[in-house]
């Protein structure tokens, strides 16, 4: 009897570990059986914003249940960030997982109120999205070389403007001013709109950010564009020199714009979720808009993606310290 006894439980335990497994196998078979909430940390009109919205409708027709827009913009990202660390581990809260958030904000705070190392897994990465500088289009045309010798010979403190602290927009002024040697003065925005509404009435001199945000102005003649911060020429602006053709070879600045998930959210999930972006990315018409909207498309691994992040938030940690920037 106590023999029996004992197999009867062994029989129970192991019966409980066959549905427990089974049951989180097939949680991706079932999921989503309700609205997921995708969390978007930048303002409208943001590429982190064009961006979200092109991914929510897409998802929501291949997943078949509706992606709604979470917009909370703020703080460089940080409130909406934060807000996604809170939510359930449950694949029905994602997170648009950008470079200013995820990569350099770590490198600049040392009180965040979340980590995105391990708060977050990472999903997917979906574009990479070069800065640009931009100055009003009212002013005088100067190619960005000859912007630099004013400047140099001006020896006045020059503003800039950003979409917030800690936002890649924001580090990238500050690596211009550390590789130009130029005193740089940084003004702050809430948002890309703002920012680019100064600059283009003149009350800011430049400003920079994803190409992506600012090309309608640029195509609709409001800004010019100096320089990118990459190491060839875009494809998007190709009149444009890059900083090492005016002379500030180490300026080489990429965003980029991925998906995550709170950290505990189910693997079949995260897979799932991986293949569908990734799908999603191949499409004909999506790569057309994107490439309309000058980004450049990634895709991949979820551990590639993993990898990416760690590798930036270090390489920001060494600008930021060199920079000596630190926003506590």
């Known amino acids: 009897m106590r023999n029996l006894s004992l197999w009867q439980s062994c029989g129970t335990v192991l019966m409980s570990s066959v549905l427990f497994f089974a049951g ?63 939510a359930a581990a449950d694949g029905y809260t994602l997170i648009m997982a950008g470079s200013g958030p995820f ?37 005088p045309a100067k190619p960005a070389k000859q912007f630099l010798a004013d400047a140099q010979a001006g020896g006045k403190l020059i503003d800039y403007a950003s979409i917030g602290p800690g936002s890649t927009s924001h580090l990238a002024g500050a690596f211009f001013q550390r590789v130009s040697g130029l005193p740089m003065n940084h003004i702050a925005f809430k948002s890309n709109a703002e920012a680019q509404m100064q600059v283009i009435a003149g009350n800011v001199p430049v400003m920079f950010d994803a190409m992506p945000g600012v090309m309608t102005s640029i195509k609709a003649g409001k800004l010019r564009a100096l320089a990118v911060a990459s190491r060839e020429r875009s494809p998007y602006l190709p009149d444009v020199p890059t900083f090492a053709e005016a002379g500030l070879g180490t300026l080489v600045v990429t965003g980029w714009i991925g998906l995550a ?55 920001w940690s060494q600008v930021a310290k060199q920079a000596g920037i630190q926003l506590d």
Request: glycine share 10%; proline share 8%; no cysteine.
């Open 103 to 139: 990569g350099v904000n770590p490198a600049i705070y040392s009180k965040l109120g979340y980590d995105p190392l391990k708060d977050f897994t990472p999903i997917a990465n979906l574009v990479l999205t070069p800065q640009v500088m931009v100055a009003t289009s009212n002013g």
């Open 261 to 315: 998930a709170p950290t505990g959210t189910p693997e079949p999930i995260l897979d799932k979720l991986n293949a569908e972006v990734n799908a999603m990315l191949q499409q004909f018409d999506v790569r057309e808009k994107l490439s309309t909207g000058a980004f450049i498309t990634v895709g991949g691994t979820r551990a590639e993606f993993g990898a990416y992040i760690r590798s930036e938030i270090a390489q």
């Open 24 to 86: 989180h196998a097939a949680s991706a078979d079932v999921y989503p059986s309700k609205p997921i909430k995708l969390i978007v940390p930048f303002a409208p009109g943001s590429s982190t914003d064009v961006l979200g919205r092109m991914v929510a409708d897409r998802l929501t027709r291949s997943l078949g249940q509706p992606v709604v827009i979470d917009s909370r913009p703020g703080a460089g990202g940080m409130i909406g960030t934060i807000a996604g660390a809170k």
